[in-house]
């Protein structure tokens, strides 16, 4: 495993409010990612880091921001959480080894705003 | 529309069948990726190929660049193998990101 942890795994939350999930890696690796899965999409990206302080939007930004003050942790916040953002939300990190690369992917955190 | 395509969306087999995923996709790519998902489980990297095939296990995997098209097999398939397969591509223009693009993901079910 890559050393990456999503926290909370599960959160309930209300409508309106502000909610932030944390990805934190051990490995250094500078690429990281956030996407978002639901039923009858594929993965879809939010965001995504290329170094600390350096983030860019990806598909589906909209009413999401992201940190990353530092390498090992990328922060994703719902600024106002709304319905439509129930979801599973997974970060992960693109690797290079070499001629190897890949990506590899956090265990997810399920939100569900009520 | 849809950039990654697979079929079945859905699949139910019995256990020790020969089970084929496939994947076409209409973008040019450097590699492609083979994903599984257990239910309710995180996502795990299972191949990552640009040319060929690999084989690990009971699962094999193969691309054909000029046709744009990838498979996934499962030889003897077991109940542990009912999971959520999902093919992404590496876009070749992704830029430094690496980005990459996912297909909806094929339900196999396998029945003892």
């Known amino acids: 495993d890559a050393g990456i942890t999503q926290s909370p795994r599960h959160k309930v939350t209300e409508t309106g409010t502000p909610v932030t999930l944390r990805c934190h890696q051990t490995e250094n690796h500078r690429y990281m990612y956030w996407y978002r899965q639901d039923p009858g999409h594929g993965l879809r990206l939010i965001h995504y880091s290329y170094g600390v302080k350096d983030t860019d939007k990806g598909e589906v930004s909209d009413g999401y921001s992201v940190s990353r003050s530092k390498t090992e942790d990328f922060l994703l916040t719902l600024e106002s959480a709304t319905s439509s953002q129930t979801s599973v939300y997974f970060c992960a990190i693109n690797y290079r080894q070499g001629l190897n690369y890949g990506y590899t992917f956090g265990s997810g955190t399920r939100l569900t705003v009520v | ?112």
């Open chain 2, 1 to 112: 529309k849809n950039e990654v395509e697979q079929s079945p969306q859905n699949l139910t087999a019995q256990e020790g069948e020969f089970i084929t995923i496939n994947c076409s996709y209409s973008v040019g790519i450097s590699a492609l990726h083979w994903l599984q998902q257990h239910p309710g489980g995180g996502i795990v990297s299972l191949f990552m190929l640009s040319s060929g095939k690999k084989k690990h296990g009971r699962l094999i995997a193969t691309i054909n660049i000029q046709e744009k098209h990838s498979s996934l097999h499962i030889t003897a398939s077991h109940p542990r193998d009912s999971a959520v397969y999902i093919c992404a591509v590496f876009l070749v223009d992704g830029g430094s990101q690496g980005n990459l693009i996912f297909g909806k993901g094929t339900k196999l079910s396998v029945k003892p």
